[in-house]
């Protein structure tokens, strides 16, 4: 037999909870300031100088503390640099060592980026934080005026710098950064 009772019906209601995450805000000085510090160690870097459509200088080298070795080459010259402390060291092609004994030593490169004019954030995506700081041009070889680099740092590390120079023809600056490996050594040529 059937059981034909009728039945009341009942609806559930079941509470929603949204939940909002929040994003804490990147601060984009605290990214830079992190970004150039995490290469103190040392890194090795890759520079490319454009003007117009024409690549007119590379430059690749190595830089630990205040020792740095560097290789430019511009046409179809490739002049190789050894900077320490104490000495300053250039060879052109597969020529001798010659000691620069008048010229100032240089800055640590990247010192020269420490202290903006200003700093704004341009993307944050994961592990990738984007800022454009801006210096005074004269601190590149430049005149009046200021020059915006835009800057990418990946994984708290400064992983690439840029910025271009309006004219005619425009000119571009690109370096590539990565922290250099522990085993990395620069050699004084007197050995």
């Given at each position: 037999?059937?059981d034909?009772?009728?039945?009341?019906?009942?609806?559930?209601?079941?509470?929603?909870?949204?939940?909002?995450?929040?994003?804490?805000a990147?601060?984009?000085?605290?990214?830079?300031?992190?970004?150039?510090?995490?290469?103190?160690?040392?890194?090795?870097?890759?520079?490319?100088?454009?003007?117009?459509?024409?690549t007119?200088?590379?430059?690749?080298?190595?830089?630990?503390?205040?020792?740095?070795?560097?290789?430019?080459?511009?046409?179809?010259?490739?002049?190789?640099?050894?900077?320490?402390?104490?000495?300053?060291?250039?060879?052109?092609?597969?020529?001798?060592?010659?000691?620069?004994?008048?010229?100032?030593?240089?800055?640590?490169?990247?010192?020269?980026?420490?202290?903006?004019?200003?700093?704004?954030?341009?993307?944050?995506?994961?592990?990738?934080?984007?800022?454009?700081?801006?210096?005074?041009?004269?601190?590149?070889?430049?005149?009046?005026?200021?020059?915006?680099?835009?800057?990418?740092?990946?994984?708290?590390?400064?992983?690439?710098?840029?910025?271009?120079?309006?004219?005619?023809?425009?000119?571009?600056?690109?370096?590539?950064?990565?922290?250099?490996?522990?085993?990395?050594?620069?050699?004084?040529?007197?050995?």
């Amino acid at each position: 037999m059937v059981d034909t009772t009728p039945r009341s019906s009942t609806t559930a209601t079941v509470p929603t909870t949204t939940t909002t995450a929040t994003v804490p805000a990147v601060d984009a000085a605290m990214a830079l300031t992190t970004g150039l510090a995490a290469l103190d160690d040392g890194y090795r870097f890759e520079t490319t100088v454009t003007v117009g459509d024409s690549t007119i200088a590379q430059v690749a080298g190595l830089v630990l503390g205040d020792n740095a070795q560097l290789e430019i080459t511009s046409g179809d010259a490739t002049l190789t640099y050894v900077v320490t402390p104490s000495e300053r060291w250039v060879r052109v092609e597969n020529g001798e060592w010659e000691l620069l004994t008048d010229e100032d030593p240089p800055a640590r490169p990247l010192d020269e980026l420490r202290d903006p004019t200003s700093v704004e954030l341009v993307e944050a995506s994961g592990a990738t934080v984007v800022v454009d700081a801006r210096y005074p041009a004269s601190r590149f070889g430049g005149g009046d005026g200021e020059v915006t680099m835009r800057m990418t740092i990946t994984d708290g590390s400064l992983a690439q710098a840029g910025y271009q120079l309006d004219g005619e023809p425009p000119a571009a600056v690109l370096t590539t950064f990565q922290p250099a490996s522990p085993d990395a050594v620069i050699e004084s040529p007197t050995g």
